[in-house]
């Protein structure tokens, strides 16, 4: 089943590409490798199965759901990229297994419950449906046995959210969103009084204003 995309909508930050950055003092070249490699990830799986692999990109599709005017971040491939690296946080709750085994037991129980209720797997229910057992998830009102003793809650607290949005917002994609101008070095931020921008920061378009701030946003580099 396909991500379901949301109609296009007016941008906070119209014009604002934060990719103009790459050649300007605000990037160094530790960032442009670093954006690179997230602009290049394949929007496929290289740790996770099939059957988890398409349970994690619906349930990436309904935690972050994306404008259907851009192209979109591949979240899914950026968390399983994580776990193919056995990339972890440092630190998690004693009640969770480590971060592989928690989304590989997570992404089962997902599916063992969307059998359960509907006799198919997660990714071929609607996204109602999926919405229903995500709600039960963060309420931990899921009691399937593929859970073992990993809290379903947990599960999403600790690692559906934490993961999923935070591989959303580090793609450069979402940094123009949301008028995030990268990491600030080597260049800073000087203007640090609230209220005031540096002339390479975004400029967040007010009612009425959005044309004023595409143009200023055309012009950030």
Request: one cysteine or more; a neutral charge; aromatic letters at 8%.
């Amino acid at each position: 089943m396909a991500n379901q995309k949301h109609s296009p909508r007016a941008s906070r930050y119209p014009g604002y590409d934060v990719l103009r950055k790459r050649h300007t003092p605000s990037w160094d070249e530790t960032t442009r490798r670093v954006v690179d490699a997230r602009l290049a990830t394949r929007r496929e799986p290289t740790f996770l199965g099939d059957a988890a692999w398409r349970t994690l990109d619906a349930l990436c599709g309904r935690v972050v759901p994306q404008p259907a005017d851009r192209p979109s971040v591949p979240v899914a491939a950026l968390v399983d990229a994580r776990l193919q690296r056995d990339q972890r946080d440092g630190y998690r709750d004693a009640r969770l297994p480590p971060t592989r085994a928690a989304w590989q037991r997570g992404l089962e129980a997902l599916d063992a419950e969307a059998h359960a209720h509907y006799n198919v797997l997660f990714h071929q229910i609607d996204c109602g449906e999926q919405d229903a057992l995500i709600t039960k998830m963060q309420k931990g009102e899921l009691t399937n046995a593929a859970w073992g003793d990993m809290p379903p809650q947990l599960f999403f607290a600790d690692r559906v959210l934490h993961d999923i949005c935070g591989a959303y917002y580090s793609h450069p994609a979402s940094w123009s969103e949301i008028g995030f101008g990268g990491p600030a070095s080597p260049r800073g931020y000087i203007r640090l009084v609230a209220g005031r921008r540096d002339p390479w920061e975004a400029v967040e378009a007010t009612p009425g204003g959005e044309d004023e701030a595409r143009k200023e946003n055309e012009r950030v580099r």
